[in-house]
C-alpha cells in the first residue's frame, strides 16, 4: 500500500513533524534493492511529493533527488501533480537546479515517447 504510506508521509512532512532528512537517509538505504523496492518508492514519493509546501521544507533537495534517482529507474511517467510541484520548486533558488532537471528530463521523456 505505497500510496496510503506515500500520503501519511506527505502529511507529517508537510506539518513539519518528522524531518525530511531522516526520511531520505531511510530512502538511501532502500533504493537499487529490487525493481519492486524500486517501484514501490516510487509510487510512495509519487503520492508523498504533492502534500508538501510550494515553500521548500529543509531538505526537500535531498527528497527530490532520491525521487530522480528512483524515477531514472523505473522510468514511470511523473504524475501531473508532481510535475506541478516540480514546477513550482524550481523557481526556488536551492531547489531550481534538482527540481528543473527533473522537469527537462521528463520534457525530453515526453518528447522521445512521441517521437516513436
Known amino acids: 500500500m505505497p500510496t496510503v504510506l506515500g500520503a501519511a508521509l506527505g502529511k507529517l512532512l508537510a506539518a513539519e513533524f518528522v524531518p525530511i532528512q531522516r526520511l531520505t537517509d531511510t530512502l538511501a538505504q532502500a533504493r537499487a534493492v529490487s525493481p519492486a523496492t524500486d517501484d514501490a518508492l516510487r509510487q510512495i514519493l509519487d503520492t508523498l511529493l504533492p502534500y508538501l509546501p510550494t515553500t521548500p ?6 527528497l527530490i533527488e532520491a525521487y530522480s534517482d528512483v524515477q531514472g529507474r523505473t522510468r514511470q511517467a511523473v504524475p501531473d501533480e508532481v ?14 537546479k534538482a527540481a528543473g532537471s527533473l522537469v527537462h528530463h521528463q520534457v525530453q521523456e515526453g518528447i522521445v515517447l512521441a517521437d516513436h
Do not use: H, I
Open 57 to 62: 521544507l529543509r531538505n526537500t533537495r535531498k
Open 83 to 96: 510535475q506541478a510541484q516540480m514546477q513550482e520548486w524550481s523557481r526556488s533558488a536551492t531547489l531550481k
